[in-house]
Nanobody, 127 residues
């Protein structure tokens, strides 16, 4: 049974930093593209970042330069380092896993490409 468990969400002031973690189990982690998405209240789910099995990173336009995705295949964990947080970053952040054999700038952005999802962790940024 595949499980993705996010942690690290919190309430912070604008300009602050957080690191989210997603621990995966029940899958061969190194074979998966791992992604982060977020969903703010009343809005669609938005692509944040992804990293493929070779460590190639993709970041959404709204977070590029502030957020960094990374992975540790030895610990089956993917991370999202979030710096210079803004109130508009407030959302539930979801971890996702995609077993595709290919990953492109286009494919990693689409939620429907991902096979497994975590339950989410809340990030709230106050001004």
């Amino acid at each position: 049974q595949v499980q993705l468990v996010e942690s690290g969400g919190a309430s912070v002031q604008a300009g602050g930093s957080l690191r989210l973690s997603c621990a995966a189990s029940g899958l061969i982690f190194r074979d998966y593209v791992m992604g982060w998405f977020r969903q703010a209240s009343g809005k669609d789910r938005e692509f944040v970042a992804a990293i493929n099995w070779m460590g190639i990173r993709y970041h959404g336009d709204s977070v590029r330069g502030r957020f960094t995705i990374s992975r540790d295949d030895a610990d089956n964990t993917v991370y999202l380092q979030m710096n210079r947080l803004k109130p508009e970053d407030t959302a539930v952040y979801y971890c996702a896993a995609d077993r595709s054999d290919t990953a492109t700038t286009s494919t990693v952005r689409h939620a429907y490409e991902y096979d497994y999802w975590g339950q989410g962790t809340q990030v709230t940024v106050s001004s």
